[in-house]
């Protein structure tokens, strides 16, 4: 019952409830952006969403424009040469993340799932396919987020996300939401920069 309706409900009712609320930080974060360095306040990227159908995914510009656009940050080598000084903060707090709450609302992710991952990612989706977390949509925060982030290797992670696609509870997206708060202000499994 959840998974089949309530959960996209939520997703939208709370998205659209927190881009209201937060459009003031919204506004601040864009000058910011802009003010820092050149380019666009925000970054725009394709990624893969539920049952491999790509996607526009947004968030703030946290790098410089002249940085590979296609590899995950903490796979690219000398990372902090390309991030900026304002997208030193807003990657260390997740704010450059805020603007899915744009995709949620349009129904391309969920609030909790798999993180989506990058078209060229082949060995991240192959391995979530054999665990069936391509079906669902991906999230703005999901079971590797909390048990590890970029420190996981993809089997690990693609097992963790095969895990919470088998029983996909409101409690238990509640408690992913409750320890994705917690694992931000620690800043745990944050990896800038590919580990030589």
């Known amino acids: 019952m959840y998974v089949r ?10 998205s659209f409830v927190a881009l209201i609320l937060l459009s003031p930080l919204f ?24 049952d491999k159908t790509t996607f526009l995914i947004y968030k703030f510009r946290s790098m410089k424009t002249d940085a590979p656009r296609d ?12 991030i900026t000084r304002c997208g030193e903060v807003l990657r260390k707090y997740s704010l450059d993340e805020l603007p899915q709450l744009i995709n949620i609302l349009k ?23 054999r665990y069936g977390a391509n079906g669902v949509r991906p999230g703005l925060t999901g079971p590797a987020q909390i048990g ?42 944050v990896v800038e920069g590919a580990k030589r």
């Open 5 to 14: 309706s309530m959960k996209r409900i939520l997703d939208a009712l709370l």
């Open 27 to 50: 506004g601040i974060l864009a000058l910011w952006v802009k003010l820092d360095s050149k380019g666009p306040a925000f970054f725009v990227q394709e990624r893969v969403g539920k």
């Open 71 to 82: 590899t995950p940050t903490h796979e690219l080598g000398q990372a902090n040469c390309y």
């Open 107 to 129: 129904g391309d992710m969920s609030i909790v799932g798999p993180r989506p991952a990058l078209p060229n990612q082949l060995d991240l989706i192959a391995e979530r396919d």
């Open 148 to 189: 590890g982030r970029d420190e996981l290797p993809i089997p690990e992670k693609a097992a963790l996300d095969g895990s919470y696609v088998k029983r996909i509870t409101f409690t238990g997206d509640l408690v992913c939401i409750l320890k994705t708060v917690a694992a931000v202000i620690r800043h745990s499994g």
